[in-house]
């Protein structure tokens, strides 16, 4: 019934207009890629063996389409590999990694003390059977997954430096958000020393969506502030969500509407304001407040079909929200991904395919050209045949004439000499 359950919300996901739209481009290009192969197949032949003044084939046609042949099947590879991106940002121990995990509804990365995230972490989906790691130093050695203790201790273990990247491959099977195409990155934290810059060009240029895991229980910090800010600069409206995690911290808590209230308005300042990213009523879908460790509890017990065994006060209110997160953070992901990988494709597509047409077009009236010139060029010899055909009748028939008049006067000039004799 768990499966199900999973199976049957990752149909419903907005995540799924990128995964369709995905697999439309990709069947569109196929086909883009067999037109454009059978065209330049078929200079190729045209054009062989034939003698420059008989072509009808250019050597800058043949150029064009064999380019856009070449240029057709690196768009095809980059399309099969393409997947939307989302990047997580925050100060150490704000929940981050505890943050993905419940999207992910599975413990993958490490949580807690002693676990820190200490450089950047890509966790994205195979459709192998196997987990398993891959850093940047040796790419082409898979390191094997088998707990994720493990994991934690050669992160630690390793001593990476804070922009490093380590891939965590994860099967597909296991995890519905990997199976539709997203790619997770979980950061250091922002508080730590490092060259942000260095960060924002490594990991945020083709990210689609930035999530800012901040504390509720304070309000939002000058680093993370800061960080937000160079992004901005770099990218042009970027989408960022602001998560308030801990929320469960206010339990209970009598002013606990008052402090929220007061942190909404601070994070939409920020947003609306300071950054220019978004309107007001943007702002009102772009800022939560969550509980990541009871959003994971509720998770996991779903995936064994159990109801969450969470008794703090407000826990449904919170897991709502949670919820609301996750569709609008999957919507606008998705939404973004689409135009910004595939808009571009799909106009470069349309121009090869309408430049290759005309090439054909252009081929077809040339030869339809060269066979009318042919078909008078042959008029015109058989005419010119025909002509001497005639003369020579003329001329044998003349001859024939004079040779018998000849005749006739030799028979006639003989014939009197004998006479006279
Ligand atoms: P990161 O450094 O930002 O990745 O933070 P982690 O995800 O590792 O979380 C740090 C600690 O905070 C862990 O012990 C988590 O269990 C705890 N934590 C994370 N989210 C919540 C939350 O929503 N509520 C509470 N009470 N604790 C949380």
């Not at 037109?35 to 043949?62: C, I, M, Q």
């Not at 950061?187 to 960060?199: A, H, N, Q, R, T």
């Not at 595939?342 to 309408?354: E, P």
């Given at each position: 019934?768990?499966?199900?359950?999973?199976?049957?919300?990752?149909?419903?996901?907005?995540?799924?207009?990128?995964?369709?739209?995905k697999?439309?481009i990709n069947?569109?290009y196929?086909?883009?890629?067999?037109?454009?192969?059978?065209?330049?197949?078929?200079?190729?032949?045209?054009?062989?063996?034939?003698?420059?003044?008989?072509?009808?084939?250019?050597?800058?046609?043949?150029?064009?389409?064999?380019?856009?042949?070449?240029?057709?099947?690196?768009i095809r590879e980059v399309l099969r590999?393409d997947?939307?991106?989302?990047?997580?940002?925050?100060?150490?121990?704000?929940?981050?990694?505890?943050?993905?995990?419940?999207?992910?509804?599975?413990?993958?990365?490490?949580?807690?003390?002693?676990?820190?995230?200490?450089?950047?972490?890509?966790?994205?989906?195979?459709?192998?059977?196997?987990?398993?790691?891959?850093?940047?130093?040796?790419?082409?050695?898979?390191?094997?997954?088998?707990?994720?203790?493990?994991?934690?201790?050669?992160?630690?273990?390793?001593?990476?430096?804070?922009?490093?990247?380590?891939?965590?491959?994860?099967?597909?099977?296991?995890?519905?958000?990997?199976?539709?195409?997203?790619?997770?990155?979980?950061?250091?934290?922002?508080?730590?020393?490092?060259?942000?810059?260095?960060?924002?060009?490594?990991?945020?240029?083709?990210?689609?969506?930035?999530?800012?895991?901040?504390?509720?229980?304070?309000?939002?910090?000058?680093?993370?502030?800061?960080?937000?800010?160079?992004?901005?600069?770099?990218?042009?409206?970027?989408?960022?969500?602001?998560?308030?995690?801990?929320?469960?911290?206010?339990?209970?808590?009598?002013?606990?509407?008052?402090?929220?209230?007061?942190?909404?308005?601070?994070?939409?300042?920020?947003?609306?304001?300071?950054?220019?990213?978004?309107?007001?009523?943007?702002?009102?879908?772009?800022?939560?407040?969550?509980?990541?460790?009871?959003?994971?509890?509720?998770?996991?017990?779903?995936?064994?079909?159990?109801?969450?065994?969470?008794?703090?006060?407000?826990?449904?209110?919170?897991?709502?929200?949670?919820?609301?997160?996750?569709?609008?953070?999957?919507?606008?992901?998705?939404?973004?991904?689409?135009?910004?990988?595939?808009?571009?494709h799909?106009?470069?597509?349309?121009?090869?395919?309408?430049?290759?047409?005309?090439?054909?077009?252009?081929?077809?009236?040339?030869?339809?050209?060269?066979?009318?010139?042919?078909?008078?060029?042959?008029?015109?010899?058989?005419?010119?045949?025909?002509?001497?055909?005639?003369?020579?009748?003329?001329?044998?028939?003349?001859?024939?004439?004079?040779?018998?008049?000849?005749?006739?006067?030799?028979?006639?000039?003989?014939?009197?000499?004998?006479?006279?004799?």
């Amino acid at each position: 019934a768990a499966g199900f359950g999973a199976h049957a919300s990752a149909a419903n996901s907005p995540l799924q207009l990128f995964v369709r739209a995905k697999r439309k481009i990709n069947e569109i290009y196929g086909e883009v890629g067999d037109y454009v192969s059978s065209a330049h197949r078929f200079l190729t032949v045209t054009s062989s063996g034939v003698t420059s003044d008989l072509a009808v084939v250019s050597p800058e046609n043949k150029k064009l389409v064999s380019d856009h042949d070449r240029k057709v099947s690196s768009i095809r590879e980059v399309l099969r590999r393409d997947h939307m991106k989302v990047v997580f940002f925050g100060r150490t121990s704000n929940g981050k990694s505890t943050a993905i995990n419940a999207l992910l509804g599975d413990r993958i990365l490490p949580m807690g003390i002693g676990h820190t995230t200490s450089c950047f972490l890509q966790i994205e989906g195979t459709d192998e059977k196997e987990a398993y790691v891959v850093t940047e130093v040796q790419p082409d050695q898979r390191q094997s997954l088998t707990s994720l203790s493990q994991l934690g201790n050669a992160l630690c273990e390793e001593k990476l430096d804070a922009s490093a990247k380590v891939r965590i491959i994860w099967p597909k099977d296991k995890c519905p958000m990997l199976a539709q195409e997203v790619v997770i990155i979980d950061s250091p934290g922002i508080d730590v020393e490092s060259d942000l810059d260095d960060w924002i060009d490594k990991f945020c240029l083709d990210s689609d969506v930035f999530v800012l895991v901040a504390n509720a229980e304070s309000t939002l910090m000058l680093t993370e502030k800061k960080f937000f800010h160079k992004v901005s600069e770099r990218l042009s409206n970027p989408n960022i969500f602001i998560i308030h995690n801990r929320s469960d911290a206010f339990a209970g808590e009598e002013m606990q509407h008052e402090v929220k209230a007061q942190h909404s308005q601070r994070a939409q300042a920020f947003l609306v304001q300071e950054l220019n990213v978004c309107n007001r009523s943007e702002a009102e879908d772009r800022i939560y407040f969550i509980s990541a460790k009871e959003a994971l509890q509720a998770r996991l017990q779903e995936a064994k079909g159990q109801p969450p065994q969470i008794s703090t006060e407000d826990f449904f209110t919170r897991y709502l929200e949670f919820q609301k997160f996750e569709k609008n953070f999957a919507s606008c992901l998705s939404s973004t991904a689409v135009k910004t990988k595939f808009a571009q494709h799909t106009a470069r597509g349309q121009s090869i395919v309408n430049s290759v047409s005309q090439i054909l077009l252009d081929i077809h009236h040339r030869s339809q050209k060269r066979q009318q010139s042919q078909v008078a060029l042959r008029k015109e010899i058989g005419d010119r045949l025909d002509s001497t055909e005639k003369q020579l009748e003329q001329m044998t028939h003349e001859m024939k004439e004079k040779i018998h008049q000849i005749t006739e006067d030799v028979e006639y000039k003989v014939g009197k000499a004998l006479s006279e004799e």
